[in-house]
Every structure is written in structure tokens, then in C-alpha cells.
């Protein structure tokens, strides 16, 4: 959930001058509008964090305003935010493609991680987006040794091309 935090808190503090400021921010795999319920035990099955688990794979997608078609009641408080994000930021949002038909990770769906664009869309400097795909693409491996995702942070971060003497076809 370190994608979500770092959203909701630059949207509930970001544009404090007590506070710093963020420049650049890369997420990865970001549930912002629900997450797959996947029956797992790990899963709080009472409580308000329970109803974040409400997502199934190709049920919601992206419109071509940009706009999640289903919104999912965390989605709105989010977005109710909005304006408060840091309107300097640079965001990098990665997301993962398993290609089995899911249009997820496994565990958020693309429309899930998408939706962050329409909430930032109009509020910050500069919005990009990275899908990873295939099997390095699943929810806890985009951030493992992922070649293609380190390739993209790195030139986001610091405007470098990636070098890996085991990727030759990364060299640039």
C-alpha cells in the first residue's frame, strides 16, 4: 500500500510550506480505485478496510475522459482531494500486466492503477505512466529485480539511461 500512502499523504498535505515538497514521485502498482478480491487470509474480512477489496479483473475500466467507469468510495475521497496535491510534481505510475487476461498484476487491475490520471490529471507538472508486462509484471515482482521497471525509474528519477551488463537490449 506504499503507492496509495504516498498519494493520499502529498493529497492531505502537499501544498503545506511547513512540510517539504516533493518533486518527483514514482508509484508502483497503486491501488486507487478498489483492489482484486483475491480470498486471501492476509485479507481483513471486517472493518472499513474490508470494503477496499471490492475489485474483480475486467469489471471496471478506464472511459476515454479519462475517468474510472465504476467508482469505489475510497476513489471519491481521493478525488475530493485532489486539488491539494503538490501542483510541481513529476509522477511516474508503473503498473503490471500479468497478459493472462486479468489486465492486472494479480492483485490491482490496470483500471485501478489508471485512475490515479484522472485524479492528477489538470493538478500537477508532468504525469506519465509505465505498464510492465508479463510475468515479471505480477503485484510484488515490479519492484524485484524488475530490469524494464528499474530502467524507467532511473531515467525518471535521475534523466539516465539504465546500464545492465545482463540486459544488453536496455543499452541505449
Known sequence: ??????????LLNGNQKDLPRVNKICVIAGPYDGIMNNHKSNQPTSGPLMQLWDDMPNQNKILPTGKPKI????????????????HQARVLNIY???????????????????????????????????????AKAQHSELHNNNLAVNKILTEFLWAKNYKDGSASELDQ
Open 96 to 134: 503490471g500486466n500479468l497478459g493472462n487476461g486479468s489486465n492486472s498484476d494479480g492483485v490491482v487491475t490496470n483500471a485501478s492503477a489508471l485512475s490515479l490520471g484522472y485524479i492528477l490529471r489538470d493538478h500537477v507538472s508532468f504525469y506519465q505512466t509505465f505498464q510492465a508486462f508479463g
Open 1 to 10: 500500500m506504499g503507492a496509495y500512502a504516498v498519494i493520499y499523504y502529498n
Open 71 to 86: 467508482i469505489h468510495p475510497e476513489y471519491r475521497m481521493l478525488y475530493r482531494l485532489r486539488k491539494n496535491f503538490p
